[in-house]
C-alpha cells in the first residue's frame, strides 16, 4: 500500500500549511496566553483554574470554524472541555484522530521565567514561549492547521479526519478527556498524539511509551527531642525506646531506590529506548518532627513520593512486587529494630503504549515525514507517557509525533521553535491525505 499523496496533492497541502503560518503563530500565542493549568494539580485551589481548559478548547473550535468541519465541544464537568472536529471523508477510505492536550502544569515560580510571565506566549528569536509552548499546545496547534490546511485545499479525504483537544493529560484524568472522546464516538482507523520529541531527536516518531507508576513510602519514627539523638543511635544506648528519627530511614529508603535503579540501568533494555532508560525518580521528600519543620526534634515521620518509569513490555505486578521486596529488606536492617516497617501506597498506574514499529500507521508517518521533509525520521520510544496509552486501550494504533523537544517540557522558559511547528503541521496534512486517501 502507498502512504505517499500525489506530489500535486503534497504541493497543494504544503503551500496551504505554509500560507497559514502567521495564523498559526497568532493563535498559538493566544493559545499560550489563556493559563490553563490543570486544576487538579496537587497544591493547586481548583477554583483558581477551572475552566480555563475549556477556554483553549473554544479558542481551537474558533481556529476550525468555517472551514466544513463539524465542530463539538463538550465535557464531563463544566469547565473541562474537550474540542472534536471531524472532517468528514467521502467514503471508501480509513479515519485519522489528530490528538493532543489542553492543560498544562503551573509555572511556578514566575521569576524563573526570562521577563517575568510565563504565560506571555511573546514571538522572539524564531521562536514562541510560555508554559505549554511545547507541552503542547504547539503540536495541538499544528494540528489543527493541518485541519484547516485539508479542509481549505479542495482535496476531498475519502476517510474521516478527526481533531480531539483533550483535558487532563498532565493529571492522568484520560477519562475525561481522550476517553471520553473514543466514548462519544470519535474512534479511528489510527491516531496521532502531538506530543513533544525525545530530546535531541526532533520530529522522531515514538511508537512506544514507558509505563508510570506514583506510588509514595512512609516511615513511622518516633519522636523526642536532638538532645536524645546521640542515646538513639550509639552503641549500648537507649535507641528505640527513646526515639527514632525518620528522615535517617528516609534516606535508608531512599539509598534502596538508587540502587534499585542503577540494578535496572544494567538490565533492562529496549530497542527503542537509551541505555539506563527505565528509572525510579523519588520527586518529593518530606520528614519532620510532629511539632512542625524545625529541627530540633526527631522526625516522627517522613514521606517519599516517587515515579518509577518501566519498560514497556514490564508486568506491572512484578515491578511492584520488586520494590516491595527491596524497600521491605531495609525494613528488616537495624536501623528499623522494633519499628512497623515502610509502608508503600501504590497512588497510580499509567501503563506503557505499545504499537509495532512496523505497523501500518508508523510506515504512514514515515512516509508523510519523508515526503514533507526530504529525510527519514528517527523512530524511537517516547521519554514520558502520553495518551497514545488510552487510544491503544480504546483500541485505535497510536503513535506520538510532535514538535518541540520534551527536556523543555515543564520547565521555566518553556519555547518552542516555529519552524518546527510548522514542519509538524505539514506532515500532518501529508498524512491525512495518504492515511485517508484522496
Ligand atoms: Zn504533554
Not at 503534497?10 to 493563535?27: C, Q
Not at 493549568?37 to 470554524?65: I, N, Q, S
Request: net charge negative; with cysteine; proline share 6%.
Amino acid at each position: 500500500m502507498s502512504y505517499r499523496p500525489a506530489v500535486d496533492v503534497s504541493d497543494r497541502l504544503t503551500a496551504r500549511v505554509e500560507g497559514s503560518r502567521d495564523a498559526l503563530v497568532g493563535a498559538l500565542s493566544e493559545a499560550i496566553a489563556i493559563p490553563s493549568v490543570v486544576p487538579t494539580f496537587p497544591g493547586e485551589r481548583r477554583e483558581d483554574h477551572l475552566g480555563r481548559e475549556g477556554d483553549v478548547a473554544r479558542l481551537l473550535a474558533r481556529v476550525l470554524e468555517g472551514c466544513g468541519c463539524e465542530i463539538d465541544v463538550f465535557g464531563l464537568e463544566p469547565g473541562r472541555e474537550n474540542c472534536v472536529a471531524v472532517l468528514r471523508g467521502r467514503g471508501g477510505g480509513r479515519s485519522l484522530i489528530l490528538n493532543g492536550h489542553v492543560d498544562v502544569v503551573p509555572p511556578q515560580p514566575d521569576s524563573d521565567w526570562t521577563g517575568g510571565d510565563p504565560w506571555s506566549g511573546r514571538v522572539d528569536d524564531g521562536q514562541v514561549w510560555g508554559r505549554g509552548a511545547c507541552d503542547m499546545k504547539g503540536g495541538l496547534l499544528a494540528e489543527a492547521f493541518a485541519l484547516r490546511a485539508v479542509a481549505e485545499s479542495g482535496i476531498r479525504l475519502r476517510g474521516d479526519l478527526i481533531f480531539q483537544a483533550v483535558v487532563g493529560e498532565e493529571m492522568m484524568e484520560h477519562e475525561l478527556g481522550t476517553t471520553a472522546c473514543l466514548e462519544r464516538g470519535y474512534r479511528a482507523d489510527a491516531a496521532v498524539v502531538a506530543e513533544p520529541s525525545p530530546h535531541g531527536a526532533p520530529l522522531a516518531i515514538c511508537p512506544t511509551t514507558p509505563g508510570v507508576m506514583w506510588f509514595t513510602v512512609t516511615a513511622m519514627g518516633k519522636g523526642a527531642h536532638s538532645g536524645m539523638r546521640a542515646e538513639t543511635i550509639r552503641r549500648g544506648g537507649a535507641g528505640s525506646a527513646v526515639g527514632v528519627n525518620a528522615a535517617d530511614l528516609a534516606w535508608l529508603l531512599q539509598g534502596e531506590l538508587l540502587a534499585l535503579e542503577r540494578d535496572w540501568s544494567k538490565r533492562k533494555h529496549h530497542p527503542l529506548f537509551r541505555p539506563g532508560s527505565f528509572t525510579v525518580h523519588t520527586g518529593v521528600v518530606y520528614a519532620a518532627p510532629a511539632a512542625g519543620p524545625m529541627p530540633f526534634g526527631l522526625a516522627e515521620k517522613a514521606v517519599l513520593e516517587c515515579i518509577l518509569w518501566h519498560a514497556p513490555d514490564d508486568d506491572p505486578d512484578t515491578v511492584r512486587h520488586e520494590v516491595e521486596a527491596r524497600l521491605r529488606a531495609v525494613g528488616e536492617r537495624p536501623e528499623w529494630r522494633g519499628r512497623e516497617g515502610p509502608r508503600i501506597e501504590w497512588r497510580h498506574h499509567w501503563p506503557a503504549a505499545k504499537e509495532a514499529v512496523d505497523s501500518e500507521i508508523v510506515a504512514a508517518l514515515r512516509a508523510a515525514h519523508a515526503a514533507a521533509h526530504g529525510d527519514q525520521p528517527t523512530v524511537e520510544g517516547f521519554a514520558a507517557v502520553a495518551d497514545s496509552t488510552y487510544l491503544q486501550r480504546g483500541g485505535v494504533p497510536a503513535v506520538t509525533y510532535g514538535p518541540g523537544d520534551i527536556a523543555l517540557a515543564h520547565a521555566a522558559d518553556e519555547r518552542i521553535a516555529i519552524d518546527e511547528v510548522v514542519a509538524a503541521a505539514r506532515t500532518y496534512a501529508l498524512l491525512a491525505a495518504g492515511w485517508c486517501g484522496t
